[in-house]
């Protein structure tokens, strides 16, 4: 059965098309659109109308996709900005309206375990071990322990790569306050987090999400983003914090011009990744797998299973 997942992110809408058989995701496709539907919401707490129609027009053009390609079945969640936003039942209301597809804005907890069972679904080996997953998004940054038998352990903390730009950075090149600012509120925010999962045995980090992906792009010089090149792909602490480095000292234009970070990413990238620097830095992790399946894949194999 032929199924399209959308993911409604606060820095950018995605699509997943695939085939789901016999329990497998088979000819995965992925699209992806930048369309910031939580631009301005941590500050006024609404999406504005520019915002909203922006998305109402990337939702129709990804259900168009979705109907060109012959999918059986559309699913679609909403994530951070939407949960956070005083207006999402409007957007959840015209999005329904114009293409009949049900938004569902899901919490911080569910939108955890769907990342988790992505990366499950697309992890090889032993699958009994624990492993952390890590999700940095555009407004927020999931934590998710457990294995292929269940979580044991999962937290959304309101730190993203586009909500911490928005609250701090002004200046191009980023400022040395601005930056260590920034680093220490993320760091206040999600200590508590790292402390609880300092005790817990680990024997992996695994990373998802927009900001973690483009790093291995990044890592790689990837000249065209390859799903294939990144997933289980591995970066290590020392080539984060020469990534890191690079981009605090670049000015917005030269960011743009990175192989493998999409020119769109560009002005919240370096916020994205001085959040897994930090988290890393605190569990004492040298190196993070990267996955390229994640909550897209979650939830269509949740709602597969669920029909069948």
């Known amino acids: 059965?032929?199924?399209?997942?959308?993911?409604?992110?606060?820095?950018?809408?995605?699509?997943?098309i695939g085939d789901y058989d016999n329990n497998?995701?088979?000819?995965?496709?992925k699209y992806i659109n930048t369309t910031r539907i939580g631009q301005g919401v941590d500050k006024d707490g609404y999406i504005t109308e520019e915002v909203m129609k922006r998305n109402l027009e990337a939702v129709e053009e990804f259900n168009n996709i979705c109907k060109?390609?012959?999918?059986?079945?559309?699913?679609?969640?909403?994530?951070?900005?939407?949960?956070?936003?005083?207006?999402?039942?409007?957007?959840?209301?015209?999005?329904k309206e114009l293409t009949n597809i049900d938004v569902r804005i899901i919490s911080g907890e569910e939108e955890s375990n769907l990342g988790f069972k992505g990366v499950i679904e697309g992890t090889d080996g032993d699958k009994k071990e624990d492993i952390l997953v890590i999700d940095i998004g555009g407004g927020s940054t999931e934590f998710i322990m457990g294995n292929e038998e269940g979580i044991k352990f999962c937290k959304s903390e309101n730190v993203g790569a586009l909500r911490m730009t928005e609250k701090f950075i002004t200046t191009d090149p980023i400022s040395d306050e601005e930056f260590n600012k920034m680093s220490e509120f993320i760091e206040d925010t999600i200590s508590s987090t790292l402390n609880t999962l300092k005790n817990k045995h680990i024997t992996k980090l695994v990373g998802i999400g927009g900001a973690i992906t483009s790093v291995s792009a990044m890592n790689q010089q990837l000249e065209v983003y390859s799903m294939e090149k990144v997933h289980n792909s591995e970066v290590c602490k020392k080539d984060l914090e020469k990534i890191l480095q690079n981009l605090k000292n670049m000015t917005l234009t030269d960011k743009k011009t990175i192989k493998g970070l999409q020119p769109k990413r560009a002005?919240?990238?370096?916020?994205?990744?001085?959040?897994?620097?930090?988290?890393?830095?605190?569990?004492?992790?040298?190196?993070?797998?990267?996955?390229?399946?994640?909550?897209?894949?979650?939830?269509?194999?949740?709602?597969?299973?669920?029909?069948?």
């Open 1 to 16: 059965m032929k199924i399209g997942t959308i993911d409604i992110g606060t820095n950018s809408m995605r699509l997943l």
């Open 267 to 308: 002005d919240i990238i370096t916020a994205g990744v001085k959040i897994l620097n930090i988290i890393m830095e605190k569990l004492e992790f040298e190196k993070i797998i990267v996955s390229e399946y994640d909550n897209l894949e979650g939830l269509m194999c949740q709602n597969s299973k669920n029909m069948s």
């Open 68 to 95: 060109e390609e012959q999918c059986e079945k559309i699913y679609c969640m909403g994530t951070s900005a939407l949960r956070d936003s005083k207006n999402g039942q409007e957007f959840v209301k015209r999005a």
């Open 24 to 29: 497998k995701i088979e000819n995965r496709r």
